[in-house]
């Protein structure tokens, strides 16, 4: 007597779904997608589309086209903002990197006591925002200022600096501090891609009797590029 073969019951599109590994990390980065779209997405679209309307706190608004937007074109302080703004990503961004990156070439050297400097080039990443806030904000204090109080110890100035009543000086200080605060990311990053270059490479290119500068251009930045492409 011929056995009788029992055939599966086919899984339904969701099922499968569910089982299949090559949807895995679609159900895993879900729920982080879901919260983007809910906490970004919708503000920004909100946003673009009060723009095009006269909304005022406490009242709705009706559709005005491009009549705000028309506004700010001839706003001056627009402009100023818009400079400003420009201003402190550029410089803070390419200060950042370019300090970030000395240091973590610094640190991946062979150094002394290497574990404790990168802990102290860690510190400004893991203090609370409010406490750096705080600390530069009598770091530029018009009158108790230690870095006035320090220059004018040393006679480079007679009288102390307005850090923050000085539009020039006011953009200077905001970027220093920005700097201050990402340059621990940008490092320890930078540094642990350095890490995964191997050292054989660099054994190989200065048996050919390349330099450090060519050692850096031709070996270290190219396979630092996917690092410093998401740093």
């Given at each position: 007597?011929?056995?009788?073969?029992?055939?599966?019951?086919?899984?339904s599109?969701f099922g499968?779904?569910?089982?299949?590994?090559?949807w895995?990390?679609?159900w895993f980065l879900?729920?982080?997608?879901?919260?983007l779209l809910?906490?970004?997405?919708?503000p920004?679209?909100?946003?673009?589309?009060?723009?095009?309307?006269?909304?005022?706190?406490?009242?709705?608004?009706?559709?005005?086209g491009?009549?705000?937007?028309?506004?700010?074109?001839?706003?001056?302080i627009?402009w100023?903002s818009?400079?400003?703004?420009?201003?402190?990503t550029?410089s803070?961004?390419i200060?950042?990197?370019?300090l970030?990156?000395?240091?973590?070439?610094?640190?991946?050297e062979?150094?002394?006591?290497?574990?404790f400097?990168?802990?102290?080039?860690?510190l400004?990443w893991?203090?609370?925002?409010?406490?750096?806030?705080?600390?530069?904000?009598?770091?530029?204090?018009?009158?108790?200022?230690?870095i006035s109080w320090?220059?004018?110890?040393?006679?480079?100035i007679?009288?102390?600096?307005?850090?923050?009543?000085?539009?020039t000086?006011a953009?200077?200080?905001?970027?220093?501090?920005?700097?201050?605060?990402?340059i621990p990311?940008?490092?320890?990053?930078?540094?642990?891609?350095l890490?995964?270059?191997?050292q054989?490479?660099?054994?190989a290119?200065?048996?050919?009797?390349?330099?450090?500068?060519r050692l850096?251009?031709?070996?270290t930045?190219?396979l630092?590029?996917?690092i410093?492409?998401?740093?």
């Amino acid at each position: 007597m011929a056995s009788e073969t029992t055939v599966p019951p086919r899984a339904s599109f969701f099922g499968g779904m569910a089982e299949s590994r090559g949807w895995l990390s679609f159900w895993f980065l879900l729920p982080a997608g879901a919260l983007l779209l809910i906490f970004l997405t919708y503000p920004l679209g909100l946003g673009i589309w009060l723009g095009f309307t006269d909304t005022r706190v406490g009242r709705d608004g009706i559709f005005i086209g491009l009549e705000n937007y028309e506004y700010l074109w001839d706003d001056s302080i627009f402009w100023l903002s818009v400079f400003n703004t420009l201003l402190y990503t550029v410089s803070a961004s390419i200060l950042k990197f370019v300090l970030g990156l000395w240091l973590a070439l610094l640190l991946n050297e062979n150094l002394p006591m290497k574990s404790f400097f990168r802990a102290v080039v860690l510190l400004p990443w893991v203090v609370p925002t409010v406490l750096s806030a705080i600390a530069f904000w009598w770091i530029y204090d018009a009158q108790f200022s230690i870095i006035s109080w320090a220059l004018i110890e040393m006679g480079i100035i007679d009288q102390r600096i307005n850090f923050l009543g000085d539009p020039t000086n006011a953009r200077a200080s905001v970027i220093a501090a920005n700097v201050w605060r990402g340059i621990p990311f940008v490092a320890i990053t930078l540094l642990a891609g350095l890490q995964t270059i191997p050292q054989s490479l660099y054994e190989a290119a200065t048996l050919d009797g390349a330099s450090r500068w060519r050692l850096f251009r031709h070996v270290t930045l190219p396979l630092l590029t996917p690092i410093i492409a998401i740093t």
